[in-house]
């Protein structure tokens, strides 16, 4: 490795790791890793903080239809309104806005190919899912979301 692909990985290294920190502390609620596991199920400990994704179709959220607000699993910070979900087809919840900007997040993801947009509870950095620019007007969003990262509480 020469001198100059050295600087770059350690930048890059660096600039990973930066982000990383980021998630993990400067929010207003807080747990350890620990504290996270006795909390969540395996799965929702993967999808929520280690940013893993549900399997399709797999969530009662998904067809979820009544009137309600959708929850942070994490800290119950409210996310998300029944007003603005929509059936995209994908087989995870959808919807075309959060229920204020204020309450995400988000973080530019580049584990794929395609660089993606996460996002994540303003609250505690639980990961929900991904936002995507196919969705319907008025946004034109598609906030892609794990229901696993939701609870529902019906209006
Ligand atoms: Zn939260």
Redesign the pocket.
């Known amino acids: 490795m020469n001198r100059r692909n050295f600087i770059a990985t350690t930048a890059a290294l660096f600039g990973i790791g930066a982000q990383a920190r980021a998630a993990e502390g400067s929010f207003e ?1 807080t747990r350890s890793r620990a504290e996270w596991k006795a909390m969540l199920t395996a799965q929702e400990f993967s999808v929520m903080r280690e940013e893993g994704t549900e399997r399709a179709f797999t969530s009662p959220l998904n067809n979820e239809k009544r009137a309600g607000t959708f929850l ?1 699993k ?4 409210p996310l998300y309104s029944s007003e603005h979900k929509y059936d995209s087809g994908t087989g995870w919840p959808s919807f075309w806005q959060a229920v204020s900007p204020d309450a995400i997040g988000t973080k530019t993801d580049r584990k794929l190919f395609l660089a993606r947009t996460e996002c994540h ?1 303003a ?4 990961h929900l899912g991904h936002i995507f620019d196919d969705g319907p007007q008025p946004t034109g969003k598609r906030h892609c979301i794990n229901g696993v990262s939701l609870t529902f509480a019906p209006a």
């Open positions: 609620v942070c994490g800290c119950a910070l509870c609250r505690c950095g639980s």
